[in-house]
């Protein structure tokens, strides 16, 4: 038999429907926000993703599924979905007519990550990104828009984490103070740390190792060095954060596994789900358009993990049976298959639920059928009710039978079934 790949698995029917209200739910929350929806593809060059994520991160040193195609070029499955809005707003020139564009993205991200649960090598997020205004009250909306969404879902046990990194202009101050301070703890270190402690020292704060975790923990952070314009920026969020009631607090190692964050960054985080506490997360990206080879633009994202969404979502909820057939046609006789077919199918295109049996099997064992599918009514339609023009119709509920004609019975089912 084959299987599906490690890291990899099906949403099975049943589960989807939770999928479903939770689409539903963001979409229509993100476009009230003004954000419409964009599809991209799930392969892009691989330069884009080295370029946009950094050199010298996870995601880019060891978690990209990257190929040569026949060609020879070099792909990559996406591993998230910032870099391809980027590259598709500019691609596009969607700054053209207005440099403001809210865009918002659901589809599936691959990472060759150690599978466990509420991590998997195919994973879907649903990111927003927001092109062309730089103000913190944007910081503030984008938080609070996430906050929202998971109020409507019913989740209580969230806190959001707010940090800001600094702009091109006080992070070398920083970084200077933090590959200082590496420097001096290097013992404790783990080998991936050590090397990247000159190239990509910010990465060492989000290392998940135990012996860096406590070598960190006193580490000097970005916002003991930001200049006055991103204070100031990072002053406004919280305030308006309070003014909207959203409980935040400040985490002042929060760095984020992607080297394009510049100031606010931020994460939700959860207890409901043991060692993958974060649900969602985001920041500014201001040089990121620019860095591709848009023109300048200040840009702020998020990405919310989907898989991790679902599970605390159903923890909370108590799974619906499954819907049932609202109305189950059982023909009996050769004769009867076709106008049973008719009716079923004309009936599906009215907007009732209509199933029937194809095979020629007895009225007990259809009904046995009819059963197990839950359905709410059976139709009884065997050629002795076609010859004498009175279908049988059974309430499944309250096992109680009328009969209806044969010749008008799209009709008179669709009133029955009050439609
Ligand atoms: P990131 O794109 O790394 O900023 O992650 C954003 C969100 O995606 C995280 O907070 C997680 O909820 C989710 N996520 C990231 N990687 C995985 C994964 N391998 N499996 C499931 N969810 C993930």
Same mark, same amino acid.
């Given at each position: 038999?084959?299987?599906?790949?490690?890291?990899?698995?099906?949403?099975?029917?049943?589960?989807?429907?939770?999928?479903?209200?939770? #689409?539903?739910?963001?979409?229509?929350?993100?476009?009230?926000?003004?954000?419409?929806?964009?599809?991209?593809?799930?392969?892009?060059?691989?330069?884009?993703?080295?370029?946009?994520?950094?050199?010298?991160?996870?995601?880019? #040193?060891?978690?990209?599924? +990257?190929?040569?195609? !026949?060609?020879?070029?070099?792909?990559?499955?996406?591993?998230? $979905? =910032?870099?391809?809005?980027?590259?598709?707003?500019?691609?596009?020139?969607?700054?053209?007519?207005?440099?403001?564009?809210?865009?918002? =993205?659901?589809?599936?991200?691959?990472?060759?990550?150690?599978?466990?649960?509420?991590?998997?090598? *195919?994973?879907? *997020?649903?990111?927003?990104?927001?092109?062309?205004?730089?103000?913190?009250?944007?910081?503030?909306?984008?938080?609070?828009?996430?906050?929202?969404?998971?109020?409507?879902?019913?989740?209580?046990?969230?806190?959001?984490?707010?940090?800001?990194?600094?702009?091109?202009?006080?992070?070398?101050?920083?970084?200077?103070?933090?590959?200082?301070?590496?420097?001096?703890?290097?013992?404790?270190?783990?080998?991936?740390?050590?090397?990247?402690?000159?190239?990509?020292?910010?990465?060492?704060?989000?290392?998940?190792?135990?012996?860096?975790? #406590?070598?960190?923990?006193?580490?000097?952070?970005?916002?003991?060095?930001?200049?006055?314009?991103?204070?100031?920026?990072?002053?406004?969020?919280?305030?308006?954060?309070?003014?909207?009631?959203?409980?935040?607090?400040?985490?002042?190692?929060?760095?984020?596994?992607?080297?394009?964050?510049? !100031?606010?960054?931020? #994460?939700?985080?959860?207890?409901?789900?043991?060692?993958?506490?974060?649900? $969602?997360?985001?920041?500014?990206?201001?040089?990121?358009?620019?860095?591709?080879?848009?023109?300048?633009?200040?840009?702020?994202?998020?990405?919310?993990?989907?898989?991790?969404?679902?599970?605390?979502?159903?923890?909370?909820?108590?799974?619906?049976?499954?819907?049932?057939?609202?109305?189950?046609?059982?023909?009996?006789?050769?004769?009867?298959?076709?106008?049973?077919?008719?009716?079923?199918?004309?009936?599906?295109?009215?907007?009732?639920?209509?199933?029937?049996?194809?095979?020629?099997?007895?009225?007990?064992?259809?009904?046995?059928?009819?059963?197990?599918?839950?359905?709410?009514?059976?139709?009884?339609?065997?050629?002795?009710?076609?010859?004498?023009?009175?279908?049988?119709?059974?309430?499944?509920?309250?096992?109680?039978?009328? +009969?209806?004609?044969?010749?008008?019975?799209?009709?008179?089912?669709?009133?029955?079934?009050?439609?």
């Amino acid at each position: 038999m084959i299987q599906t790949i490690r890291g990899f698995r099906d949403i099975l029917p049943g589960d989807t429907d939770l999928w479903q209200t939770i #689409e539903k739910t963001a979409s229509a929350l993100f476009e009230d926000f003004g954000f419409q929806e964009i599809r991209l593809p799930v392969i892009e060059k691989t330069e884009l993703f080295a370029r946009s994520i950094g050199e010298a991160t996870d995601i880019v #040193e060891k978690e990209m599924y +990257t190929f040569a195609d !026949r060609k020879g070029d070099k792909l990559t499955l996406r591993p998230e $979905a =910032t870099a391809s809005a980027v590259r598709s707003y500019i691609q596009h020139k969607m700054y053209a007519a207005d440099p403001v564009k809210k865009l918002y =993205t659901i589809g599936p991200m691959f990472r060759r990550e150690r599978p466990q649960k509420g991590r998997y090598r *195919q994973f879907y *997020q649903i990111n927003a990104e927001v092109f062309g205004i730089a103000s913190p009250y944007i910081d503030a909306q984008m938080i609070l828009m996430l906050n929202e969404l998971f109020q409507r879902l019913g989740l209580t046990d969230l806190k959001a984490h707010v940090n800001s990194l600094g702009c091109p202009r006080c992070r070398p101050e920083f970084q200077k103070a933090l590959t200082a301070f590496l420097a001096s703890k290097k013992e404790g270190l783990c080998s991936n740390c050590t090397r990247r402690m000159d190239k990509n020292p910010l990465r060492t704060l989000d290392c998940k190792a135990p012996g860096c975790r #406590e070598a960190l923990a006193d580490a000097p952070s970005p916002l003991d060095r930001l200049c006055e314009k991103c204070t100031d920026h990072f002053n406004t969020v919280k305030t308006v954060l309070d003014q909207q009631n959203v409980d935040f607090i400040v985490d002042k190692n929060l760095v984020r596994g992607l080297d394009y964050y510049s !100031r606010t960054d931020f #994460e939700i985080q959860t207890s409901a789900l043991g060692a993958q506490s974060a649900v $969602a997360g985001g920041g500014r990206y201001d040089a990121l358009v620019q860095e591709l080879g848009g023109p300048p633009s200040p840009a702020i994202g998020f990405a919310i993990g989907f898989d991790r969404l679902v599970e605390i979502v159903s923890q909370l909820t108590t799974k619906q049976e499954a819907r049932g057939p609202e109305l189950f046609i059982i023909t009996v006789g050769a004769g009867s298959i076709e106008k049973g077919y008719l009716l079923s199918s004309g009936l599906n295109l009215k907007g009732v639920r209509t199933e029937m049996d194809f095979g020629q099997r007895s009225l007990k064992s259809l009904m046995k059928r009819a059963d197990k599918l839950h359905a709410r009514h059976v139709l009884i339609m065997g050629e002795e009710e076609l010859d004498t023009n009175a279908l049988v119709l059974r309430n499944m509920t309250d096992r109680t039978q009328t +009969t209806i004609s044969a010749d008008d019975a799209l009709n008179e089912l669709l009133t029955r079934l009050g439609h």
